[in-house]
């Protein structure tokens, strides 16, 4: 298996811009997250779905981010508008729900908002 | 009072000592527990999990769990140069939600 699989892998943009954030999570797994790494903040969970429904969004951190999952192989996180405290990377995690739950993670999105 | 804490380091090791990596959380209804390793510019992977009381042991890891003062800890013996990453500790909440710590950074020094 390929494993996480996320497009693009660097995104350099402007603020105002918008900017959409691809994951394939693993073939079979139930559930994907969608994180955001930063220095100051870590690790932070945004969204996450099961079966391709939205279960917890609580993590969103306000309304220019959206994300969709629309089948079991495609997700997609959007920030629209853009803006420089967006920067971070943004990682893709799928597991499946009968392994102790174990999530294995994309390469990551390096975003940088200028 | 954060959910998760771990101290940020660095925590410092000469090689082939061991390494002891400690994590609190809050939530006394917690179910799972996992420990992920980071390099830097990498992704998170997951180097173990402990659902129960005690130990576990994996390899040069152990993992360490106790629920009545609500820490895990994850010892590596035999340190090596190579285990220099940051190690995250990642707890699933009573309310079915996965939540990591900041992460603790090591240092294996040759």
């Known amino acids: 298996d390929a494993g996480v699989i996320q497009s693009p892998r660097h995104e350099v943009t402007e603020m105002g811009q918008e900017v959409t954030l691809r994951c394939k999570p693993i073939?079979?797994?139930?559930?994907l997250f969608w994180y955001r790494q930063t220095m100051m903040r870590g690790l932070e969970l945004l969204i996450y779905f099961n079966n391709n429904v939205p279960i917890d969004d609580s993590g969103m951190p306000e309304d220019r981010f959206s994300a969709k999952m629309p089948n079991a192989s495609f997700s997609t996180l959007k920030i629209q508008p853009s803006e420089p405290r967006d920067s971070a990377v943004y990682f893709c995690a799928s597991s499946f729900s009968g392994y102790q739950e174990t999530q294995y993670f994309g390469p990551g999105t390096r975003l940088l908002v200028l | 009072q954060k959910e998760v804490e771990q101290n940020s380091g660095p925590l410092s090791v000469p090689e082939g000592a061991i390494a002891s990596l400690n994590c609190t959380y809050s939530?006394?209804?917690?179910?799972?527990f996992f420990w992920y390793r980071q390099y830097s510019g990498k992704s998170p992977e997951l180097i173990m999990f402990i659902y129960s009381n005690g130990d576990k042991e994996d390899g040069r890891f152990t993992a360490q769990l106790n629920k009545a003062s609500q820490y895990v800890s994850l010892l590596i013996r035999d340190s090596q140069p190579s285990d220099s990453a940051t190690y995250l500790c990642?707890?699933?909440?009573?309310?079915?939600?996965?939540?990591f710590g900041p992460g603790t950074s090591l240092s294996v020094i040759p």
């Open positions: 990642a707890v699933k909440t009573s309310y079915d939600k996965v939540i």
């Open positions: 073939s079979g797994h139930d559930y």
């Open positions: 939530d006394r209804g917690s179910q799972s």
